[in-house]
């Protein structure tokens, strides 16, 4: 049986992700898949994706073997309800700041006793399939989808311990330009307080035995992360690396 991201996680594994920002061709998880990268997420928040066309993204996802996530456009039962439905691996959240509003998602994503997720079972997430044991099936479920918070603000800084403290969430995940941008230090990556503002996020996931992650757009900016204890990262997105390897190529051959 292949190991779940989360079981994956909780071994040490270090994993690797990248964006869907633009490309609505289900066979785009396949092409994730092939390339190396252990999962996906279809940005929902900032992309124009409708319903239709991540159920196809998510299906091709499952029958490929790879977990396709989705970032959430904002925390409302219909957005989680239906991700989920269509076989969504793991939802993001972004900008979360409360541990009120961290409540509010678990609440939303997971099945009783842990939350209120409304049961239909014979949709994308279950295959279609019959499921014999319909406890024990949500019980899995509850188990297995991730939920990420998304830190974009010294607020969220601020209550990373509240946040991480909510049963049901598993993993702290920055936003760094938003984060920087709140700040005052839009881009500055090596900016002392951006850079202590991760440390205190990564120790807050280790302390309670969850999980910590960055999405940024280069190899390099990401790998120091990567080396301090960030497991659940995200290497820039689907037309970024499209434009870059073409831009590369053309270099290459006009020179």
């Not at 309800?81 to 793991?90: F, I």
């Not at 509010?104 to 949709?123: E, H, I, S, T």
């Not at 503002?197 to 280790?206: E, Q, T």
């Amino acid at each position: 049986m292949t190991d779940t991201v989360k079981t994956k996680l909780k071994k040490g594994e270090q994993l690797l992700g990248t964006m869907v920002v633009l490309f609505d061709h289900p066979e785009i998880a396949k092409i994730i898949k092939v390339c190396g990268f252990d999962y996906f997420i279809i940005d929902c928040e900032h992309g124009s994706f409708d319903y239709t066309t991540v159920a196809r993204i998510l299906t091709v996802a499952r029958e490929s073997g790879i977990c396709g996530m989705v970032r959430i456009p904002e925390l409302r039962r219909e957005a989680v309800q239906k991700y989920l439905d269509m076989g969504a691996g793991g939802l993001l959240l972004p900008n979360v700041e409360t541990a009120e509003q961290a409540r509010l998602f678990v609440d939303l994503a997971k099945y009783a006793p842990l939350g209120n997720r409304g049961v239909q079972l014979l949709r994308g997430h279950s295959g279609f399939e019959k499921i014999a044991d319909p406890v024990e099936y949500m019980k899995k479920a509850n188990d297995e989808t991730i939920l990420m918070v998304q830190i974009e603000s010294p607020v969220g800084v601020q209550n990373i311990d509240a946040l991480l403290a909510v049963d049901g969430i598993d993993a702290a995940f920055i936003g760094p330009n938003d984060l920087s941008q709140s700040m005052g230090i839009m881009g500055r990556f090596e900016h002392p307080d951006f850079v202590a503002a991760l440390d205190k996020i990564i120790a807050a996931a280790k302390k309670k035995q969850k999980f910590s992650g960055a999405h940024f757009q280069t190899a390099n900016a990401l790998m120091p992360w990567i080396a301090k204890g960030m497991t659940l990262n995200l290497w820039a997105n689907e037309t970024l690396l499209m434009m870059n390897a073409a831009k590369d190529g053309i270099a290459s051959i006009k020179k």
